[in-house]
């Protein structure tokens, strides 16, 4: 049985929307979607033919993303994807003018989420750029860890969440980002007092607790309705569907078992994995 099949609402919670439009594929197995990036939530209205999809930001984890009794020995702090396919874009100049210039962790490595937390409340500053307008997760970290996050004008619902320039600061360029480093380094008072704020207001609303109450707000709803547009498709576009998700995630042992359902001999079956083998490749 497929979750399209279960005889109660479902729900899903769809975050980087702005990185590819298979997930549109993901959403329509659902009756509710919560999406991540605000701008995107008429997108998916429009493809999933109903209006049950609602904005539900990033967050950061209470108990992994709090202040730690550390000493704040980078200048500036970020974590963050700096993957090949990243490499030639703003985000890797901008970093490098950073690491040139101030004290930082290492950017280059990976750190799992209770280092993370560790880094954050070891940082002065914690950077943030996104990739495509996108509300990072850094914002929630950062300013959860007690740090001055100065961050890009990210659109999708910024400045619905903090009151920019007494709990966050943003920059307008490259240029900007670093002469506002500059300054709320050298000035300890002013840093400080942002980032208080900062951190009281994501301790307040933007922990995943107020996430996972909103979400259970919404399916207490009594004109909640199961909207997701696979109840009522046939088994050929369901299985369109699930190859181009499997394929997105490199799943190929579900786009066999796909392929086998469909009695797919040998050379079937190997067409059918191609893409997903390729992308594992390639990414």
Not at 95 to 116: H, S
Not at 214 to 232: C, D, E, S, V, W
Request: hydrophobic share 40%.
């Amino acid at each position: 049985m497929g979750i399209e099949e279960l005889s109660i609402p479902t729900a899903c919670y769809i975050v980087d929307v702005h990185l590819g439009k298979w997930r549109h594929e993901v959403a329509k197995f659902f009756d509710v979607v919560f999406i991540a990036q605000k701008d995107y939530v008429d997108q998916y209205r429009k493809v999933l033919g109903h209006d049950q999809v609602y904005w539900l930001p990033l967050a950061a984890a209470a108990d992994v993303h709090k202040q730690q009794s550390l000493p704040r020995i980078y200048d500036v702090g970020f974590v963050g994807n700096i993957a090949i396919a990243h490499r030639a874009t703003s985000r890797s100049h901008q970093l490098k003018r950073i690491a040139n210039t101030f004290k930082t962790n290492d950017f280059y490595r990976f750190y799992p989420p209770e280092e993370v937390g560790q880094v954050y409340s070891q940082s002065r500053v914690v950077f943030n750029t996104s990739i495509a307008g996108d509300l990072t997760m850094r914002i929630f970290e950062g300013t959860l860890c007690g740090a001055l996050v100065i961050s890009d004008s990210a659109k999708n619902g910024l400045n619905e969440l903090f009151h920019v320039g007494k709990e966050i600061v943003l920059y307008n360029n490259d240029d900007d980002f670093l002469e506002k480093i500059h300054f709320y380094l050298a000035h300890d008072n002013e840093r400080e007092q942002i980032a208080v704020a900062g951190q009281k207001r994501a301790l307040q609303e933007h922990t995943y607790y107020h996430r996972v109450k909103t979400i259970a707000n919404y399916l207490a709803q009594p004109t909640l309705k199961k909207h997701a547009p696979m109840r009522n498709a046939s088994s050929q576009e369901k299985a369109m569907s699930r190859h181009i998700i499997y394929t997105h995630l490199h799943m190929v042992d579900a786009i066999l078992d796909i392929a086998k359902e469909q009695k797919l001999g040998p050379l079937g079956r190997f067409v059918k994995v191609l893409p997903a083998l390729g992308r594992r490749l390639i990414i």
